[in-house]
Structures are given as C-alpha cells and as structure tokens.
C-alpha cells in the first residue's frame, strides 16, 4: 500500500473524471476513520479543540500546508472547531490528490 502522506498534490487537468466509488474505497481505507465521504464527492472531517483561539491556529497551519501543496480544502471555522471539506473543483469531485491532502493533515494530527 503506498503511503499517501507521502505522495505530492498534483493538479488535474479539466475532463480528467473524478474517483470511482471503488478507488474511492480503496483511498477511504488508507485515511483516519473520521474522514466521511459524502455523497462520493466530498471528504469532510471535524476537528475538536478547546477554545476559539486552537481552533483558529490550526485553521492556518492547514492553510500553510495548503499552499505548500497547492490543493486548497474549504475549511469552516467556529467556535472550537474546524471543518475540513475536500473536493476537486475543477472536476467538481474526488481525485486521488484529496486523499494526499487528506492523510498530510492526518500525519500533521499526529505529529
């Protein structure tokens, strides 16, 4: 199994389609469990943190990682928490760079 966290985001081009339900699956499975797929276009997960000011600092370590790999989530920040939503606009679906994105903010949870 390759290691996603591992891999590098890499833009895809306009009429590339998005995953499979089966691909995604097999990406699904190489991710923290308390990622969702919804709909088999999305990856969302939410993060608890204490107060507004931890929910805020992380917000904008996921953006820095944004912008080291140039693959943008839209994050929704509230009060103590941070909503991760992954997709590919472009192909307005999944493609495998979500699920890199997805396991780089997995390993920077765990680190």
Not at 29 to 55: G, M
Request: with cysteine; aromatic share 10%; glycine share 4%.
């Amino acid at each position: 199994m390759n290691n996603l966290a591992e891999k590098k985001c890499i833009p895809c081009s306009l009429g590339t389609p998005p995953l499979s339900s089966d691909e995604i699956k097999r990406y699904i499975s190489q991710l923290h469990e308390e990622w969702k797929v919804i709909n088999d276009h999305h990856l969302e997960r939410e993060f608890k943190f204490k107060n507004f000011k931890e929910a805020l600092s992380y917000t904008n370590v996921i953006g820095q990682l944004a912008e080291k790999e140039g693959h943008h989530p839209d994050m929704l920040l509230s009060w103590g928490k941070v909503k991760i939503t992954l997709f590919t606009h472009k192909i307005d679906g999944l493609s495998e760079s979500d699920f890199v994105f997805a396991a780089k903010v997995d390993k920077q949870q765990s680190e």
